[in-house]
């Protein structure tokens, strides 16, 4: 296929095209962010607290998904605390250790429903197949629940939240590529009650037919207060999964333990004693790694709130051995967090959206994370660890194939240097430049 036929993806640039409002909340939103742009309010990240019945929140919400925020919370330190972070390859190997066995790992962020997926299965991964799969151990975040009916559009207002659904099509692309398929997958996310509890089991009955686990929903109240541990190839890993939010739908009757939740950016200071005791027994459960998988963080922007490198460093303190971050729809720097007891964390504040609902260029971007895990002795303890780590940003983009127009994720840095002069060009440059702030320039020579 030749790299001409590349385009943006046929999805609306940003959040405008499916606001409906009542009219009186439309002109207040309008009057709130005409006065904002006016003054340059926006221009780096606000402390908005998460609430969808508030006209100032979508306000802010809706002109981020149109201008993504390029500055950090002004005198809080974020960017200055990230910026040495900024490139692609980490060795974190202490010195002494020797590694007898080695496992490889994955992460991407969010999949969502896509325009176009249902006609993509087994080219939406073509280009980077190796990258996400040829590992022992991939994982994502199902960001959309298979829905029992018709996806509903979606449609953001202040009277119901949006719902992001999958049909099998759909879902089967994401999931696979010829065969191989995602070992771990998240649901604790705002979107897992989209469809009800119905919704839910659906999509655990399916995960289960096609031997894929899952974190951060629990099938009974007894498992809610298990650690939740998958074994790959004699490594345990345990995992502590939190969702920020459920975008305020009901809890089915009597299940309030059915997602883990922490409210993070909807109430000041939420309690983590929850988070902080499942990391402790995943440890008292002799895990070999504990992963603390988190949908948090604030959409549209390209720097975390300066409270998630606070609780991010409680984590790794507490005894997290990564922590995996998604929910912004936007790549964000990393952290390497040393502990007191001199670990080295890597922290991935947001990965992005693998999949988007926007054609936006910050939105297309998505970081995929890959891990050497390793178990060997320092100083004759034994110890396992994360070794290496390596991102690489990848972008979709719609292509003409013989059968017809699909979606395929690339690596960034191949449709900066081989997309030819002109309107596509112009995006992938655009693209880039999100890539840069996220990653510094060291990515560009990845080709």
């Given at each position: 296929m030749s790299v001409r036929a590349y385009q943006p993806i046929d999805l609306p640039r940003d959040a405008r095209a499916f606001m409906q409002f009542r009219p009186e909340v439309a002109a207040t939103i309008d009057r709130l962010t005409a006065e904002a742009e006016r003054e340059h309010r926006w221009e780096c990240s606000q402390d908005h607290l998460y609430n969808h019945k508030d006209p100032a929140f979508w306000a802010y919400w809706i002109h981020k998904t149109a201008h993504p925020i390029q500055r950090a919370m002004r005198d809080r330190g974020v960017e200055e605390n990230l910026q040495t972070f900024k490139r692609t390859k980490f060795d974190l190997c202490p010195a002494g250790f020797k590694s007898e066995r080695d496992w490889t790992f994955s992460a991407v962020?969010?999949?969502?429903?896509?325009?176009?997926?249902?006609?993509?299965?087994?080219?939406?991964?073509?280009?980077?197949?190796?990258?996400?799969f040829g590992v022992d151990i991939a994982y994502a975040n199902l960001e959309s629940t298979l829905t029992p009916g018709r996806?509903?559009?979606?449609?953001f207002s202040t009277d119901e939240s949006p719902t992001i659904n999958l049909t099998l099509e759909q879902y089967e692309t994401l999931i696979s590529h010829d065969g191989r398929r995602f070992d771990v997958v998240q649901l604790a996310n705002n979107h897992i009650l989209d469809c009800g509890e119905e919704g839910v089991k659906e999509t655990l009955c399916r995960l289960v037919d096609d031997g894929i686990a899952q974190v951060g929903v629990n099938e009974t109240k007894e498992a809610s207060a298990r650690p939740r541990i998958t074994e790959h190839q004699g490594l345990r890993i345990g995992w502590v999964a939190h969702t920020f939010s459920v975008n305020s739908q009901p809890f089915p009757t009597e299940k309030p333990w059915i997602v883990n939740l922490t409210p993070f950016h909807v109430v000041r200071e939420p309690s983590t004693a929850l988070i902080e005791s499942q990391i402790r027994a995943c440890r008292n459960a002799a895990c070999d790694l504990v992963f603390v998988a988190l949908h948090w963080g604030l959409e549209f922007e390209c720097y975390p709130h300066p409270d998630q490198l606070?609780?991010?460093?409680?984590?790794?303190d507490v005894g997290a051995d990564l922590v995996l971050g998604h929910h912004p729809h936007v790549a964000q720097p990393v952290e390497i967090y040393r502990t007191a007891d001199g670990r080295q964390v890597p922290i991935l504040y947001s990965l992005g959206n693998l999949t988007p609902v926007f054609s936006h260029p910050a939105t297309v971007l998505s970081l995929v994370a890959r891990m050497r895990l390793a178990s060997g002795l320092q100083n004759s303890s034994r110890r396992t660890l994360i070794c290496e780590l390596a991102l690489t940003?990848?972008?979709?983009?719609?292509?003409?194939?013989?059968?017809g127009e699909v979606l395929q994720l690339r690596r960034a840095s191949e449709l900066v240097v081989d997309t030819p002069p002109g309107s596509m060009r112009d995006y992938a440059q655009h693209i880039a430049l999100y890539a840069d702030l996220a990653l510094g320039r060291d990515w560009r020579r990845d080709h």
């Open positions: 962020g969010d999949l969502m429903c896509t325009r176009g997926l249902e006609r993509s299965k087994n080219q939406l991964y073509a280009g980077i197949k190796d990258l996400v996806p509903a559009p979606l449609a606070i609780w991010a460093h409680r984590f790794a940003p990848i972008a979709i983009v719609s292509a003409q194939l013989a059968g």
